[in-house]
């Protein structure tokens, strides 16, 4: 299991500058990082999901080419809360997922801007999110609902129910 | 244990800005992303490679795909096209073909009336084509039929809005002739298997050869005179026979007759004068 964790991490970080472009609608990408960050913190708690963001962000820090730990620590954060909000809420309905995805995307977003700032980040908050942030979200969402509908299937093929 | 999510918390938060803190301000590790990139960097290329090799797989066979629809369409629109084709060509054919028949009507110095063919018989017993002209047309039995070519049959019987011509290869038909250069007088009659021969009495100085043209004679007031019958492909000389005979190409290609014109008139001139022997050819 830890294994398979593992390897998932990897994937979904270095997925980032691989398979992301190739999904990209115009200018906007999705952070398929901070998706399977969420949707681990969702499932498996806040330490899954506050580890799985740190080493998924750190890969996307070094495949960036950024400022080395920002993403770690904002998606480190989202995973958590994540899983905080899956520890107190019924978070297996996809009508609960999405929306959340799009809402810590959003967050994220936030404070990596915040803490850029403190870095001397240059662009203007409102270009951030108009451009960046805020379409990303949205992207976030849709292809987060079609990963949650995929688990759903794939789960309930291994369980047997998908055919009865 | 029950502090442990927010121990993980502060940690991953602690580690990650410290190297923030390495990566900006630079230290003893130098910048940490070398070091990580240094076992990142071949997973990379190689996920890269796998990616690229995937993409590549799945743009062939879109391209396939692409190609396959591509290849339908066009080989539709080949069809479409072929059909048309052969359609703008039969018209051209007909259009030909009808021209020739009313040049050939206003150069006739008789009365005609054009049929269009609407049946055929093709047996062995009976070889006439019927077309849309009748009583009603004015059209008389024994009427004569011809084409541009030449002399297709005649009229044998008549309806209220339909004709039967009985063809120049119908194995009753007899039609009397003669041989254009030597005027020698015979019979051109039908055969069973679809030809049509010459029957005629040779005399010193007459006779028929290959590449005569044979023409109506005019004798019996049926065909008027000089109506292009066919010409002689081959002549069977049976010594001091009273009869010989050769056989003939009629100029009316029968399979192929789709429009008549019907000889209302009778005229005592001879007719050859007035056809001509052109191909049938779109453009000619």
């Given at each position: 299991?830890r294994?398979?964790?593992a390897?998932?991490?990897?994937?979904?970080?270095l997925?980032?500058?691989?398979?992301?472009?190739?999904l990209?609608?115009?200018?906007?990408?999705?952070?398929?990082?901070?998706?399977?960050?969420?949707?681990?913190?969702?499932?498996?708690?806040p330490?899954?999901g506050?580890?799985?963001g740190?080493?998924?962000?750190?890969?996307?820090?070094?495949?960036g080419?950024?400022?080395v730990?920002?993403q770690?620590?904002?998606?480190?954060l989202?995973?958590?809360?994540?899983?905080?909000?899956?520890?107190?809420?019924?978070?297996?309905?996809?009508?609960v997922?999405?929306?959340?995805?799009?809402?810590?995307?959003?967050?994220?977003?936030l404070?990596?801007?915040w803490?850029?700032?403190?870095?001397?980040?240059?662009?203007?908050?409102?270009?951030?999110?108009l451009?960046?942030?805020l379409?990303?979200?949205?992207?976030?969402?849709?292809?987060?609902?079609?990963?949650?509908?995929?688990?759903s299937?794939?789960?309930?093929?291994?369980?047997?129910?998908?055919?009865? | 244990?029950r502090?442990?999510?927010?121990?993980?918390?502060?940690?991953?938060?602690?580690?990650?800005?410290?190297?923030?803190?390495?990566?900006?301000?630079?230290?003893?590790?130098?910048?940490?992303?070398?070091?990580?990139?240094?076992?990142?960097?071949?997973?990379q290329?190689?996920?890269?490679k796998?990616?690229?090799?995937a993409?590549?797989?799945?743009?062939?066979?879109?391209?396939w795909?692409n190609?396959?629809r591509?290849?339908?369409?066009?080989?539709?629109?080949?069809?479409?096209?072929?059909i048309q084709?052969?359609?703008?060509?039969?018209?051209?054919r007909?259009?030909?073909?009808?021209?020739?028949?009313l040049?050939?009507?206003?150069?006739?110095p008789l009365?005609?009336?054009?049929g269009?063919?609407?049946?055929?018989?093709?047996?062995?017993?009976?070889?006439?084509?019927?077309?849309?002209?009748?009583?009603?047309?004015?059209?008389?039995?024994?009427?004569p039929?011809i084409?541009p070519?030449?002399?297709?049959?005649?009229?044998?019987?008549?309806r209220?809005?339909?004709?039967?011509?009985?063809?120049?290869?119908?194995?009753?038909s007899?039609?009397?002739?003669?041989?254009?250069?030597?005027?020698?007088?015979?019979?051109?009659?039908?055969?069973?298997?679809?030809?049509?021969?010459?029957?005629?009495?040779a005399r010193?100085?007459?006779?028929?050869?290959?590449?005569?043209l044979?023409?109506?004679?005019g004798?019996g007031?049926?065909?008027?005179?000089?109506?292009?019958?066919?010409?002689?492909?081959?002549v069977?000389?049976?010594?001091?026979?009273?009869?010989?005979?050769a056989?003939?190409?009629?100029?009316?290609?029968?399979?192929?007759?789709?429009?008549?014109?019907?000889?209302t008139?009778?005229?005592?001139?001879?007719?050859?004068?007035?056809f001509?022997?052109e191909?049938?050819e779109?453009g000619?």
């Amino acid at each position: 299991m830890r294994v398979s964790l593992a390897l998932m991490l990897l994937g979904g970080g270095l997925a980032h500058t691989s398979v992301a472009p190739a999904l990209r609608l115009g200018a906007v990408a999705p952070d398929i990082p901070l998706i399977l960050t969420v949707l681990l913190g969702l499932r498996r708690g806040p330490e899954v999901g506050c580890l799985s963001g740190f080493v998924v962000g750190l890969l996307q820090d070094v495949a960036g080419g950024g400022f080395v730990g920002a993403q770690a620590l904002t998606k480190a954060l989202a995973g958590f809360v994540a899983g905080l909000i899956g520890e107190r809420l019924l978070v297996g309905n996809p009508l609960v997922q999405v929306p959340g995805l799009v809402l810590l995307t959003l967050a994220e977003g936030l404070g990596r801007y915040w803490l850029l700032q403190l870095l001397h980040f240059p662009a203007a908050f409102g270009e951030v999110m108009l451009h960046v942030v805020l379409p990303q979200a949205l992207y976030n969402g849709f292809l987060g609902a079609a990963g949650v509908l995929a688990v759903s299937v794939l789960e309930a093929y291994r369980s047997g129910s998908l055919w009865r | 244990m029950r502090h442990r999510k927010y121990a993980v918390l502060v940690s991953v938060l602690l580690v990650s800005l410290l190297l923030l803190s390495l990566g900006t301000r630079g230290g003893r590790l130098g910048r940490p992303g070398e070091l990580l990139a240094f076992f990142i960097t071949p997973l990379q290329a190689t996920l890269s490679k796998i990616q690229s090799s995937a993409l590549g797989t799945w743009s062939a066979y879109l391209d396939w795909k692409n190609a396959r629809r591509e290849n339908q369409a066009l080989r539709e629109e080949l069809e479409r096209l072929r059909i048309q084709s052969l359609q703008v060509e039969d018209t051209e054919r007909e259009n030909l073909r009808l021209r020739r028949l009313l040049a050939l009507r206003d150069r006739l110095p008789l009365s005609t009336l054009a049929g269009e063919v609407i049946a055929k018989v093709w047996g062995g017993w009976v070889r006439s084509v019927t077309v849309n002209r009748g009583r009603s047309d004015g059209i008389a039995r024994l009427t004569p039929a011809i084409v541009p070519e030449g002399l297709l049959g005649r009229v044998v019987e008549v309806r209220a809005r339909a004709a039967v011509i009985q063809l120049l290869n119908d194995p009753s038909s007899a039609v009397a002739v003669m041989v254009q250069r030597t005027r020698t007088a015979g019979v051109a009659e039908g055969e069973p298997g679809g030809a049509v021969r010459l029957k005629f009495m040779a005399r010193d100085g007459g006779g028929a050869q290959v590449g005569d043209l044979i023409v109506t004679s005019g004798l019996g007031g049926v065909f008027p005179k000089g109506l292009p019958v066919g010409r002689v492909i081959a002549v069977e000389d049976k010594g001091s026979a009273l009869f010989h005979y050769a056989r003939l190409h009629p100029v009316a290609d029968f399979a192929r007759v789709e429009e008549v014109l019907l000889l209302t008139g009778t005229t005592g001139a001879d007719l050859l004068p007035h056809f001509s022997f052109e191909p049938l050819e779109p453009g000619a």
